[in-house]
T-cell receptor, first 115, second 113 residues
Framework: DTGVSQNPRHKITKRGQNVTFRCDPI?????LYWYRQTLGQGPEFLTY????????KSRLLSDRFSAERPKGSFSTLEIQRTEQGDSAMYLC?????????????FGPGTRLTVL | GDSVTQMEGPVTLSEEAFLTINCTYT??????LFWYVQYPGEGLQLLLK?????DKGSNKGFEATYRKETTSFHLEKGSVQVSDSAVYFC????????????FGEGTQLTVNP
């Protein structure tokens, strides 16, 4: 399988705990994106990287959220001191930026439930 | 800021019926436009895209035309199948090179045999 992979697929945690998600993009894709999707809504952009550099962060990304892509390959998204409002599906996407338009390919997501 | 508005769902059709899902957008300049589909239990998949005015994206019998004058990108299919049952998302990416996607709320389509 050469698609975008995400781990874990499901995470249940208690309020106040820290969680970390991992995303492995399609090989050689230089851009990696994180989105959040709540039930019945479309995905909302959180942040994206080009290689190792974090180029854009949404205002949705509070100080409790941090994302890294240390070697320009996989990425991690950490949420500190989780709140019930953080419960959502966290989606990762990757793309190869060439020319005018890059097409984003999405992973299956990590579903977070905060109790 | 950028925004995408989709017709409210859910939409229920009989097999072989004609499908239209409306999508309008607000953006600065000339964004790229997309339709993504999410089948039950699966991740988002790109269905089709268009990068400039009057472009028509097409795939699997679905079509959408980029209409700058009406800021719309409506999704159509002439004859739907049960296997088309899914959630459909309209999205845009700002110019010039594309980065974050802004999605609509999604439209749940159910096709009955």
């Amino acid at each position: 399988d050469t698609g975008v992979s995400q781990n874990p697929r499901h995470k249940i945690t208690k309020r106040g705990q820290n969680v970390t998600f991992r995303c492995d993009p399609i090989s050689e894709h230089n851009r990696l994106y994180w989105y959040r999707q709540t039930l019945g809504q479309g995905p909302e952009f959180l942040t994206y990287f080009q290689n190792e550099a974090q180029l854009e962060k949404s205002r949705l990304l509070s100080d409790r959220f941090s994302a890294e892509r240390p070697k320009g390959s996989f990425s991690t998204l950490e949420i500190q001191r989780t709140e019930q409002g953080d419960s959502a599906m966290y989606l990762c996407a990757s793309s190869l930026s060439i020319g005018v338009l890059d097409t984003q390919y999405f992973g299956p997501g990590t579903r977070l439930t905060v109790l | 800021g950028d925004s995408v508005t989709q017709m409210e769902g859910p939409v229920t059709l009989s097999e072989e019926a004609f499908l239209t899902i409306n999508c309008t957008y607000t953006a600065t300049g000339y964004p790229s436009l997309f339709w993504y589909v999410q089948y039950p239990g699966e991740g988002l998949q790109l269905l089709l895209k268009a990068t400039k005015a009057d472009d028509k994206g097409s795939n699997k019998g679905f079509e959408a035309t980029y209409r700058k004058e009406t800021t719309s990108f409506h999704l159509e299919k002439g004859s739907v199948q049960v296997s088309d049952s899914a959630v459909y998302f309209c999205a845009l990416s700002p110019p010039p090179s594309g980065s974050r996607l802004t999605f609509g709320e999604g439209t749940q389509l159910t096709v009955n045999p």
